[in-house]
Each structure stands twice: as structure tokens, then as C-alpha cells.
């Protein structure tokens, strides 16, 4: 799994942070150690005020577990990886909270830990903590036979959609997915040779060139957000001075965003508020669907915790009812007889909650198969509407060339792969044997080499008279 871990203040944005069910549709509080509140926030502000007799600022440690997409993850396996988080990072025995997030299908984990000892009043040192949590990473891949990352492996091969959480919340103001904005510019880099094919490669993927303040070029979505060219496409300054030349000759961000305002935003308002209507009105039936489904499986998980509460009372009533009273008790201390039921005990115990862990499990993994298949569907509509979206910016793009009396720019990469796999394949004429025979050249006369005529003129000069006292030629 994909562990990405930070040094953070903040308690309180935290704790409501991880139990925000807006985002998440279940929230489980899984586990409280080394707290006196026994609830998230509350023991986030119990590592606030313990850090305040430090000069630490950054008193906590949080770590996102992320498993793979299409793995459905024990809860004994996040303890594991947590355990060896500890472990790698001088954290064992800290005070920490656990919490598990359920979001499109996909379960997660969250742990907040304070860095914090209490009997030194000094903060843990947490040097090359994200060297660390790679390791332990690779080694979750390998211990569970998960298919590894190739950027996990070699970090020059990450995905290039990956994206920060400024660049996540940027995309969530417009509605957008961030990776998706990423693989738009990278395409139209990627289909550009110059400065004017790829503006023209921006506009119609809904993006506009310009000149940032601090970060040169940028690109302008048609929502007035700023995203930066490099960032984006992960290529250096100096790369994009070669090929798109220095970025004071661009329009500034305010300038773009108003020539987005007055020039373009007019001629294809009425279709993008038609386009998005219609993408809101059938997202609107999934959500729907998606929060019934959120409130049924909470009740099912609620009977199931009620059911094997009260099974676990019954069960512990039985067990105490096994200890006999009295002199017959004092009897079973004598003897040892307690001693082994007391034994007996825990290990009944142990078994009734790993039972019941095992059946809360199937159960989560079950409703999870179930919200993942909802979740193809709000993927597919999502994607629908983003390649609206695109088709009609794509038009307005050519559009606007042919009113300036211009070529409409070459189509995208994609739509030339289109074309050419719709066009029959013709097959290469073979030529004649006979013709190239007819073709085939005359081959020269055999010559007499160099080495051939010295060696005549040699053996002419032996003939000749005794004066010669070189090598025998015959030999």
C-alpha cells in the first residue's frame, strides 16, 4: 500500500478533518492508545496541550494508508503496516489514533501519532521519515503479494498524473478531476512542436495560455483557475523557453481570464450549462442511489455489531459461570484448576474476537464489491461528461480559427489513430522476379589483383639474373 506521511500542527482541523462524512461515507474510530479522551479531537488537543511545554511545533505525525485499488484489505493487515511504521520511525508505544475511511468503493486508513514523549518532554526525531515509509511500503507490496507501483520501484518511473493536495483541491473547486487536468496538458504538450500549435492544443482541451506572476507560463482553465505549465507537465524552464520562447510576449493571467469572460465564455455558455445540466441531473440519480446505499449498509453494520455484542455478553457469562465459589472455589486454587480455566478463558477470548473481526470483515468486503459496482457507473458518467465537455471546447477552438480565416490545427492523436485504423490497409505491391532479373546488374570482368601483379614482377626479376637475393617466391 501507499503510505504518504507528514509533520503537521493543527489538532483540531485534524480530528474534524478525519471524521468528516461528507467526503467519506463511513467513518470507523478503530483505535485510541495512550489518551485520556476517547474520542479524535479530544486526544488531538490532549497532543496540542502536552506539546505546548516543548518548543515543538510541529508536534504530530500523520500517515495515510493507502492499499490497492482492487484489493480488499484485512484490518488485521493495517495493523501490521502500522505496527512496522512504528517501528521504523522510533514511534512505538506513542500515543496514536486510528481511523478507517470508506470512499468510492475503496477502504483506507488514517493514524495520527504524537511525537511527543511524556516523560522527557522532547519530541521524536523524524529524519528521512518518507525514505522510511517507502521501505515499508515495498515490503507490504512483497509480504502480500500485491502487484508493486512502478514508481515504487524506481521513483523516476511515478505515474505522471500523480498530483499534491493543493493541486486535489484546486481540481475539487471546479468540479474536476486534479490527474485528469494533468494528462490534458501533458497530451497537449505531447501533440505541439511550437508556442502556437500548443495554445491552439490547450484551447481545445479548455485551457489558455498565459503569463503567470512567479512561475512563467501557465495555463488558465475555462473556470478561471491557474495551473502551472511545468508542474504540470514535469519539464524544466528551460525546456519550455525552447519551445514555447520567454512568456512575456503571453497575455497575463487577468487579461485571460477576462478575454474568457468577454470573448469566449458567451458563445458556448448555453452549451456548457446544457452539458453540465444534463451530466448534474444524471449524477444527481447516482448520488442518490449512493447515499441509500451508504444508509443500508450502516444499519447492516449496526445489527452486526449489536448481534455479536450481545453475543460476546453471553458468551462472557458463560466463561464466569465456569468458576465455582466458596470452598469448592478455594478448593480449584489449590488444586490449579482455575489456573487452567482461567487459561481456557482467554483463549476463548482471543478466538470469539478474531470471530467476530473475521465476520465483521466479509461483511465490510461484501458491501464494498457492492459500492464498487455503483462506482463504475458515477466513473462512467463522469467520463462522459468530461469528453463533452472537451468536444465542445475542441469546436470552439477551430471555430474561432475559421473566423479569423485560418486552417483549423490538426487533429489530436487520438483522432489520427481513429482515421488510420478506419482506412483499409493496403497491402505493399511485390515486384516480379523477372524484372528484377532485368534489373539485376552485370557483374565485372575478373581483374588481377595488386598482390598478384608484384608477385609476377618478382619471379620475372629471379629469371632475369643471380643479383636477386630476396625471399623464395617458389617456397
Known amino acids: 500500500m501507499i503510505l504518504k506521511g507528514s509533520q503537521r500542527s493543527g489538532a483540531k482541523q485534524l480530528g474534524l478533518h478525519l471524521l468528516k462524512t461528507e467526503e467519506n461515507e463511513h467513518v470507523e474510530l478503530h483505535d485510541i492508545r495512550g489518551f485520556m479522551s476517547d474520542d479524535v479531537v479530544g486526544a488531538l488537543r490532549e497532543a496540542e496541550a502536552i506539546a505546548k511545554g516543548t518548543k515543538c ?5 500523520s500517515v495515510s494508508l493507502n ?26 508505544g506513542q500515543p496514536r489514533v486510528v481511523v478507517l475511511h470508506e470512499k468510492e468503493g475503496r477502504r483506507h486508513c488514517h493514524a495520527v501519532w504524537s511525537r511527543i514523549d511524556p516523560e522527557t518532554m522532547t519530541a521524536k526525531p523524524m529524519s528521512f521519515y ?62 505541439s512542436d511550437s508556442a502556437r500549435t500548443f495554445a491552439h492544443a490547450l ?29 504540470a507537465t514535469g519539464k524544466k524552464a528551460k525546456e519550455l523557453h525552447a519551445r514555447l520562447g520567454k512568456p512575456d510576449a503571453l497575455n497575463s493571467v487577468e487579461e485571460t481570464r ?45 445489527k452486526l455489531d449489536a448481534g455479536q455484542k450481545a453475543r460476546f455478553e453471553a458468551e462472557a457469562r458463560t466463561r464466569a ?61 463522469r467520463t462522459k461528461h468530461a469528453q463533452a465537455l472537451r468536444t465542445l471546447h475542441h469546436d470552439a477552438a ?43 546488374p552485370e557483374r565485372p570482368a575478373r581483374s588481377t589483383t595488386l598482390a598478384q601483379d608484384r608477385l609476377r614482377k618478382l619471379r620475372e626479376q629471379k629469371r632475369e639474373g643471380p643479383s636477386y637475393d630476396g625471399p623464395d617466391l617458389d617456397r
Open 321 to 381: 459461570d465456569r468458576f465455582r465459589k466458596g470452598m469448592m472455589g478455594l478448593w480449584d486454587r489449590l488444586t490449579g484448576k482455575r489456573a487452567q480455566l482461567e487459561k481456557q478463558n482467554q483463549l476463548e477470548v482471543m478466538w470469539a474476537l478474531r470471530r467476530d473481526q473475521d465476520q465483521r470483515q466479509m461483511t465490510i468486503n461484501a458491501q464494498l464489491r457492492e459500492r464498487g459496482e455503483l462506482q463504475k457507473e458515477i466513473n462512467a458518467a
Open 67 to 92: 492499499p490497492p485499488e482492487n484489493e480488499r484489505v484485512h484490518v488485521r493487515t493495517f495493523e501490521k503496516a502500522l505496527e512496522a511504521i512504528e517501528e521504523k520511525n522510533g514511534l512505538t
Open 258 to 302: 477576462k478575454r474568457i469572460a468577454e470573448d469566449i465564455l458567451p458563445r458556448i455558455k448555453s452549451h456548457v450549462e446544457e452539458a453540465r445540466a444534463s451530466a448534474r441531473a444524471e449524477l444527481d440519480q447516482l448520488n442518490a442511489r449512493r447515499v441509500e446505499m451508504a444508509k443500508a449498509h450502516a444499519v447492516e453494520r449496526a
Open 130 to 191: 518518507k525514505n522510511k515509509l517507502r521501505e515499508v511500503s515495498r515490503q507490504l507490496y512483497l509480504e502480500n503479494g500485491w502487484q508493486m507501483p512502478r514508481g515504487l520501484i524506481d521513483p523516476k518511473d511515478r505515474d505522471p498524473r500523480n498530483f499534491s493536495l493543493d493541486e486535489w483541491q484546486q481540481a475539487k473547486r471546479i468540479g474536476r478531476h486534479a490527474g485528469e487536468l494533468k494528462e490534458l496538458i501533458q497530451e497537449a504538450w505531447a501533440t
Open 203 to 231: 484551447e481545445e482541451r479548455g485551457f489558455y495560455l498565459a503569463r503567470g506572476d512567479r512561475r512563467g507560463h501557465v495555463a488558465v482553465t475555462f473556470e478561471g483557475e491557474v495551473i502551472s505549465i511545468s508542474r
Open 398 to 440: 477551430n471555430y474561432r480559427l475559421m473566423r479569423r480565416g485560418e486552417e483549423p490545427k490538426a487533429k489530436t492523436v487520438f483522432e489520427r489513430l481513429d482515421t488510420l485504423r478506419a482506412e483499409p490497409k493496403k497491402q505493399p505491391e511485390r515486384p516480379r522476379f523477372d524484372k528484377l532479373k532485368e534489373r539485376k
Open 57 to 61: 511545533r510541529q508536534f504530530m505525525f
